[in-house]
């Protein structure tokens, strides 16, 4: 039996009301984002990101989300209309557990990470807007589940002015 994520309901106030829509519409379909991602023809981040209101629909997306989960079209391009309001479904530090963690090895991590990167490329920044993201499941030979998350970002050199 699969597990589906569901919309955490102490959020709904600092959603845009999509969220709700999305969700639900999800819920009664029982689709996972990896089967909504499948027909939109994108990541399931990606599309996990816009049920938060935290990337923009395309017309097109719009269109086959409405067909997808059966969610009146108009209904649904009045609300994914406008831009996403990034970073407020977020306390920091966070205190869902899984979020925290991902938190916590940016905290452990981020200087190395950033040196490593600052050797490879130079003085500059990776984009988290010229940005695509994967998550996806190992199983070592142990039965163990891995989570492997890989990131893709432009980098950004600084400029000198």
Same mark, same amino acid.
């Given at each position: &039996?699969?597990?589906?994520?569901?919309?955490?309901?102490?959020?709904?106030?600092?959603?845009?009301?999509?969220?709700?829509?999305?969700?639900?519409?999800?819920?009664?379909?029982?689709?996972?984002?990896?089967? %909504?991602?499948?027909?939109?023809?994108?990541?399931?981040?990606?599309?996990?990101?816009?049920?938060?209101?935290?990337?923009?629909?395309?017309?097109?997306?719009?269109?086959?989300?409405?067909?997808?989960?059966?969610?009146?079209?108009?209904?649904?391009?009045?609300?994914?209309?406008?831009?996403?309001?990034?970073?407020?479904?977020?306390? &920091?530090?966070?205190?869902?557990?899984? %979020?925290?963690?991902?938190?916590? %090895?940016?905290? #452990? =991590?981020?200087?190395? =990470?950033?040196?490593?990167? #600052?050797?490879?490329?130079?003085?500059?920044?990776?984009?988290? %807007?010229?940005?695509?993201?994967?998550?996806?499941?190992?199983?070592?030979?142990?039965? #163990?589940?891995?989570? #492997?998350?890989?990131?893709?970002?432009?980098?950004?050199?600084?400029?000198?002015?």
């Amino acid at each position: &039996m699969s597990h589906l994520a569901t919309l955490d309901t102490s959020l709904h106030e600092r959603l845009p009301a999509s969220a709700l829509t999305l969700f639900e519409a999800k819920a009664q379909k029982q689709l996972s984002f990896e089967k %909504i991602a499948e027909h939109l023809g994108r990541s399931e981040v990606a599309v996990a990101a816009l049920f938060y209101g935290q990337a923009r629909a395309s017309e097109e997306d719009t269109d086959k989300l409405s067909q997808l989960l059966g969610v009146d079209k108009a209904k649904l391009t009045q609300q994914l209309a406008g831009f996403p309001d990034r970073g407020r479904t977020l306390d &920091m530090p966070p205190k869902d557990p899984l %979020i925290y963690r991902m938190y916590e %090895i940016v905290q #452990n =991590y981020g200087y190395a =990470y950033k040196a490593v990167m #600052n050797e490879k490329f130079g003085d500059g920044i990776m984009s988290a %807007i010229a940005f695509s993201t994967t998550v996806d499941k190992e199983t070592d030979e142990q039965g #163990n589940n891995w989570v #492997n998350i890989k990131m893709r970002g432009k980098w950004l050199p600084f400029t000198r002015f």
